[in-house]
């Protein structure tokens, strides 16, 4: 086994989405889906953007995907050699995770393809391709290589107006529906051959098509670049693509890839968790942690990501607590640039915060559910479909959730603590902790008669429980958000008329008194036997086992959730919730408390969710539940590997990548493993290296210094890098 | 048409339920549903006890279902003659509202049957039957008399352990599975012919077969006396059971039917609503106060009544808040020993809804939804079961209706109004105000920040839309409570010593304080165009026709409400609720408001209770809109003539006798068309006669002295009732 590379041979049309997502290449800016080149709408290509949003009809908003810019056609004596469709002999995909490049080869008989494709890492802006065919076989050869229009669309269509450029160099240019942004794909394709060139333009896209007669043994090659821009980037979005396909055709294939390759080697020079003792392990964190750099913003300073990446529009592009809670912490460790893109992200969407709050009758910041562009909610109150009746279901992940702003301010201190960096807080993070304090403030329920302060009517962590009162994990982020709040007057000791003039100008005033006062009151859940009750009431719910609740499924699509759903009433969450309150908050339990709590839960919890088994299995390695936290992180780290994960809720489609597995197994290997904690400003270690590894490390970023950790089962060190290591300039040998 | 008298003719398999309904006699201690003696359980034969619960295995606890005492079998030559099965040529079934009596005529060809019987108001533990046969043919006959314990159960059997007795008289014994309450049913038939007579006894029950030759022209009869007793009623049941219905046979038919319709005549005496001008009316109007009549207890004086009286076991023969609302307007003005029982009933069980409020973590009574024996929970948390997956589904009827304890409380605030006396308030009626209030105290949620209180998280009368807050009705019966509550001290004033002992023994001190300022604080609905919105965030859901909503179906027993039901996110509601307000608390609105309400709300309401078209007509009624208050007069209060309503929600038989519509058709005539209240202990008169009747008079007792209101469309009256009125003794000729 390779530890950076990942393969799958032979061509099985029900593995079309999954491996859509598998062979995914990002580069923040876009993702496009690992079909293969000659793949029609029924396979699902895309290449999706990122925070670019529309909205078709009455349809969910979701990113929009662009024109397809990699698009290749194929026949030999008029017969399609599509790998989809004609049963190639042999057929490999294959993914560099180092390179960050796409391999595929595939032998119809009569030709062999072989491609290498990439988004650039370089030149955000860039998709490239080289495709090559061997013949075995005579004939007459059409390639059509072109931009195709008939890319797959959740809840589209998105693009109107279209128009097109057929030439040397070709483009499609159109604009979304609602807010008419420009979107613009241009291509140009570098051959080492000549050929009949023909143009094929209609409603599927715009192809140059090169017709010629070919011999066995003949072996011909084409480079295939595309440029894609919006109207978000600035300039003429045509124009730029134009430009940059023909600049790259200029350089070359090859020089465009080592750019691509050099830029990831940097980044994996500064993240890479390498292990030793397991080459399936060491392959699966190559995998997660590819697939979540591949689509961080390091294009832009103040965008973030959505849940399912840049690997379609599921979930509508949008942002969740994913982000703070599951891809954040890699990225504050490794590149805090990325960490504080996410960050500002939210500072900048305030905003659309308070006015959600606003449009709740509440004060302060209550922050999106699926955040789009601009804090906007993509959550609608109807968010899964029945699929008995086929009639849209009321849900209250929109209302409900209010630990999404608690979790904000926890990622906001944690960026403080971690890179010493208080830029961030004083540019509008602080007043981000503020507003989500003060919506909590705003949101408590108290009694004429009680001291204690209520969190009622909420959704935690585990939302196939609806609506209900002190979730344990809500709670405590609320308490961690306030306390937060109270902490800045502390950060801003040196600075007391600044943070005077922010109390003011935010009317912080009187919350501020209340702050110290409520924190007191937040109600502490029931405890019984050390183990902490997810809600009030909940353990008084149905006590029975995930088996006895799949088997009351009518259909497996069915929700578990809610009052109709098989585990709404019953003790069977869906994902870590007491437990992740114990992973965030590991001081807060003893360790016998996190042992009881992990016993409790564990069996009760589908794990329907990629945030669920991280968190267990930070919690497992507190414990010395080794083997169980083995079994935890390499599930976590195998998903995009080996697919799994829910496709369908209701009648939604759910597939995609896993970045919070991807940041799950980053924390796993850093936060679990080696015990990685930053307090006061030093680093802490506590290893618990399972017995399956014999060595672990990994560099990061500390308060501004760049260290290195490495655990063994002897022991465990922090070094600092020497240069050499921040250089980032070489490039491994293939 | 007769206006004391409804018939059905001819049998109809589809009406058997219907008709065991319409053909109910009861007399407050049970209700025999109005089968033919010979029906077999699929026709749904019953004697429905009143207050005797028992639970079978984790099914509903329901009522129980005493053997059928009246059960007649008849065959000639071998063949059954049974109207159900036999074909008959003719068959009538009559009811007489009068007399309580039901007739039935059913000719087979060869024999002619006619039978009349009655459960007594004299004796409530008797039932009888005179069932005559006059044969048109020679043949052998074979007539089974006894008792069946085949009867209908819907979450049975709840009767174990049997034991017969044969002889002169035939009895039933058993015991409920839950209490082991005994059940026993004794029966005497008198025949007046002879014949050889054998014993049939095997698990459907054991019967006395009296076997003949008979000739064509030969009319025979057999008396029936049944004796109901349980373990309830003291003493001993089978004994008591044995000589009852011995002392009854001894007595004869004649003399006990006297005896009945003496009670009944003296009940029209102090009860009867009079119309002239349409028959339709004035027999609409006999029907719903005989079913609301028959159903009273009156031989206990610390009873309720199930929301579907005695006709069987629909929604667990629990108590509802149909009582305080709909049924105890008519008894309170007419009958108020019978309010009086039905508030002693709220009264003693006061212990269970100060558990019911502790379970919830709420000081105060909070009143069970579904209250059965000693104020016991009949809801359960799975209140419907989905049509789709069969499975329960979580609602939340049982805790979220709050609205019950303030129900209850408007009810002794009322009796004490209209009755003047005191003396129920000092029983512990004001020590019940006074927990409904402390309850609501508790259960008021107040914020940090704001000085309104919210009450969150109810379901009100419209109970399609679950967990609102500030339901309108709800906020608005909380605060009438608080105002009662306040009221006691000045009830009081006479006895400050008495009502400061009950404040100290109550430990009420502290919540005394509280109050008034609490009431001040309660939330008060927005309004919109002097429309009230029926919760936060009413007017924000999807405003759609109620052909609309009900195209949305996909199954016609969906249930409607929730989130999964088709009216639970739309402006679409079951029934009555601002509306309800509004005819609870006329002065709170202005005519103009009503008018808006009315005209907004009553197009989105389904009336899918038999709560909603009262409400809607007295609001008719005070803005003079008396085409549509006829109109739903006219629905309302021919409900149990005509059948309609609901018979399944989900896949939950709810169909039985309507005793809120009985009790909602004395409301709209004397409430409504009369415009009858009581301010200050003086009755006012605001006279609202529809064009449709020229002439409404009944008799009502209002502190302590009867008064027989008179209106017509010259005028309104009221003159104290004289002696012979008032003495009930005089039987009026049929």
Redesign the interface.
């Known amino acids: 086994m390779n530890e950076w590379k990942f393969s799958v041979n032979g061509y099985d049309p029900a593995c079309t989405a999954l491996d859509g997502n598998r062979f995914l290449c990002a580069n923040g800016y876009m993702g496009l889906r690992g079909t293969v080149e000659e793949a029609d709408k029924g396979q699902f290509p895309a290449v999706t953007l990122a925070g670019v949003y529309d909205r078709f009809e009455d349809k969910w908003r979701e990113p929009v995907n662009a024109p397809h810019g990699l698009s290749i056609r194929l026949s030999l004596d008029g017969q399609p050699l599509d790998a989809g469709r004609a049963a190639p002999l042999k057929h490999t995909m294959e993914i560099d995770y180092r390179t960050g490049t796409i391999s595929r080869e595939t032998d119809f008989g009569a030709a062999l393809v072989r491609s290498r494709r990439f988004a650039s890492m370089a030149f955000c802006h860039l998709l490239a391709d080289r495709y090559e065919v061997l013949f075995s076989a005579d004939g007459e050869m059409a390639l059509s290589v072109g931009i195709s229009t008939d890319v797959w669309d959740i809840n589209g269509p998105h693009l109107f107006d279209y128009s097109f450029e057929r030439g040397d160099t070709l483009s499609v240019s159109a604009v979304t529906g609602e807010k008419r942004i420009p979107v613009a794909v241009a291509q140009r394709a570098v051959t080492d051959f000549e050929g009949e060139v023909s143009f094929v333009q209609d409603e599927g896209g715009v192809f140059r098509v090169i017709r010629r007669a070919v011999r066995a043994g003949e072996r011909l090659t084409v480079c295939v670049f595309a440029g894609v821009y919006t109207g978000l980037d600035g300039g003429r979005p045509l124009e730029n693509a134009r430009q940059l396909c023909q600049s790259a055709a200029q350089i070359g294939y090859e020089a465009c890839l080592y750019a691509h390759r050099a830029a990831w080697e940097a980044i994996w020079q500064r993240s890479e968790v390498s292990v030793s003792g397991n080459e399936e392990a060491a392959r699966a964190l190559h995998a997660s942690q590819y697939h979540l750099n591949s689509i961080a913003p390091r294009h832009a300073d103040n965008m973030s990501i959505p849940a399912r990446g840049l690997s379609g529009q599921t979930y509508k592009g949008a942002v969740f607590w994913d982000t703070e809670m599951f891809f954040f912490p890699m990225f504050v460790y490794t590149q805090p640039e990325v960490a504080r893109s996410l960050l500002r992200y939210r500072i900048d969407t305030l905003p659309g915060a308070l006015e959600k709050a606003a449009e709740y009758?509440y004060?302060g910041a209550f922050y999106a559910w699926e955040s789009q562009e601009g804090g906007r909610e993509g959550c609608t109150?109807?968010n899964v479909v029945?699929v008995?009746?086929?009639?849209p279901?009321?849900?209250y992940f929109r209302d409900k959730q209010i630990h999404i702003s608690g979790d904000i301010a926890y990622a906001l201190y944690a960026y403080w603590e971690i890179t010493g960096d208080r830029f961030l807080l004083e540019e509008g993070g602080a007043r981000v902790i503020l507003e989500c304090a003060r919506f909590y403030?705003?949101r408590?329920?108290?009694?004429?008669?009680r001291e204690e302060?209520d969190f009622?009517?909420v959704i935690g962590p585990d939302e196939y429980h609806e609506?209900v009162t002190n979730n344990a994990y809500t709670n405590g982020i609320i308490l961690n958000c306030m306390e937060n709040a109270l902490a800045l007057e502390d950060i801003f000791k040196d600075r007391p008329e600044w943070f005077t003039r922010l109390i003011k100008e935010t009317h912080f005033e009187?919350?501020w008194l209340?702050l110290s006062e409520?924190k007191n009151k937040i109600r502490r859940p029931r405890k019984r036997n050390g183990v902490t009750e997810q809600f009030?009431g909940y353990f008084d719910l149905e006590d029975c086992s995930l088996d006895t609740v799949r088997g009351?499924l009518?259909d497996p699509r069915?929700y578990w959730g809610?009052?109709?759903g098989?585990a709404?009433?019953t003790q069977v969450i869906k994902q870590a919730d007491v437990i992740a309150l114990a992973a965030l908050f590991p001081d807060s339990f003893t360790d016998g408390e996190i042992a009881a709590n992990w016993d409790y839960y564990e069996p009760r919890t589908e794990h329907g969710s990629s945030l669920s088994a991280c968190m267990y299995a930070l919690t497992a390695c507190r414990t010395g539940k080794l083997d169980q936290a083995w079994e935890l992180f390499m599930r976590t780290a195998s998903i995009d590997i080996l697919g799994g994960g829910k496709e369908w809720a209701g009648e939604i489609y759910i597939g995609g990548t896993h970045p919070a597995s991807n940041g799950g197994a980053w924390m796993i290997a850093a936060l679990g493993f080696a015990g990685l904690s930053m307090k006061n400003g030093e680093i802490s270690l506590d290893p618990h290296l399972p017995k399956q590894l014999s060595r672990l490390s990994f560099p990061l970023t500390a308060r501004g210094t760049r260290w290195i950790v490495t655990v063994t089962h002897e022991g465990a060190s922090v070094r600092q890098a020497d240069e050499r290591c921040r250089a980032g300039s070489a490039i491994r040998e293939e």
């Open positions: 009758g004060r109150n109807f029945d008995f009746t086929h009639r279901v009321r849900t403030l705003s408590a329920s108290c009694r004429l008669d302060i009622a009517d609506r009187k919350d209340l409520a009030d009351r009518r069915e809610g009052d109709h098989v709404g009433c």
